[in-house]
């Protein structure tokens, strides 16, 4: 991605009061979440390709952090259901988004809600880790990269029964698989300081 496109989406974020920073590397990133991890910090994160490819999960796992580990193994349906409750009272909330605008809004879609309710409202801080692949001009494109790219191939991954998972397409389906029940918009924040756009270079997620 140019260097122009990132400065004006950075730009553009600012003025919805969010900052971003741009990390070319993989690496500077990872140094970036080795130098924030204070001990003790409670950790939650949304379900993410994106974090797991740059490992940022097992990153968390290592750490002299509380994870509230989603993946961890044998975790029961109830135990999963508290750690989402938990995500709210967490000092730092992770997630990977599903498209982001050069005129500064996040785009996100969600299945049950768990991922894009803590980003919008309750962790004291919120980090949306963004590969320069999620970048659009604008709402039309945002919402075009999710019907055709985005959801189809999660809701593959996830092995809904969804007509999409056929067609590679979104079909507008009525399905009681459905993944697109929850769209969100974020564009503004009251505390300038809580939630910040990490900008990789490169393909990360889908
Ligand atoms: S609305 Fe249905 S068909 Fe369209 S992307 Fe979502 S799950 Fe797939």
């Given at each position: 991605?140019?260097?122009?496109?990132?400065?004006?989406?950075?730009?553009?974020?600012?003025?919805?009061?969010?900052?971003?920073?741009?990390?070319?590397?993989?690496?500077?990133?990872?140094?970036?979440?080795?130098?924030?991890?204070?001990?003790?910090?409670?950790?939650?994160?949304?379900?993410?390709?994106?974090?797991?490819?740059?490992?940022?999960?097992?990153?968390?796992?290592?750490?002299?952090?509380?994870?509230?580990?989603?993946?961890?193994?044998?975790?029961?349906?109830?135990?999963?259901?508290?750690?989402?409750?938990?995500?709210?009272?967490?000092?730092?909330?992770?997630?990977?988004?599903?498209?982001?605008?050069?005129?500064?809004?996040?785009?996100?879609?969600?299945g049950?809600?768990?991922?894009?309710?803590?980003?919008?409202?309750?962790?004291?801080?919120?980090?949306?880790?963004?590969?320069?692949?999620?970048?659009?001009?604008?709402?039309?494109?945002?919402?075009?990269?999710i019907k055709n790219i985005a959801a189809p191939i999660d809701a593959k991954r996830l092995n809904k029964k969804t007509p999409c998972t056929k067609t590679g397409k979104c079909e507008d389906c009525k399905s009681p698989d459905k993944i697109c029940n929850?769209?969100?918009?974020?564009?503004?924040?009251?505390?300038?300081?809580?939630?910040?756009?990490?900008?990789?270079?490169?393909?990360?997620?889908?």
């Amino acid at each position: 991605m140019n260097k122009e496109t990132i400065e004006q989406l950075i730009k553009s974020l600012k003025k919805n009061r969010i900052e971003a920073i741009h990390f070319p590397s993989k690496k500077e990133l990872v140094d970036y979440f080795i130098d924030n991890l204070k001990p003790n910090l409670t950790v939650g994160t949304g379900d993410s390709l994106t974090l797991e490819q740059i490992g940022l999960f097992d990153l968390l796992r290592k750490s002299n952090i509380n994870f509230l580990d989603k993946y961890k193994k044998d975790i029961t349906k109830a135990e999963k259901a508290k750690l989402y409750r938990d995500n709210f009272s967490s000092d730092i909330f992770l997630s990977g988004i599903n498209a982001i605008t050069l005129e500064g809004k996040i785009f996100n879609l969600d299945g049950n809600g768990s991922r894009v309710a803590p980003i919008i409202y309750g962790p004291k801080k919120v980090l949306l880790i963004c590969g320069t692949n999620k970048i659009v001009q604008n709402d039309d494109e945002a919402i075009s990269r999710i019907k055709n790219i985005a959801a189809p191939i999660d809701a593959k991954r996830l092995n809904k029964k969804t007509p999409c998972t056929k067609t590679g397409k979104c079909e507008d389906c009525k399905s009681p698989d459905k993944i697109c029940n929850y769209y969100t918009i974020i564009q503004g924040q009251f505390d300038q300081e809580r939630i910040k756009v990490l900008l990789l270079d490169g393909e990360y997620g889908f």
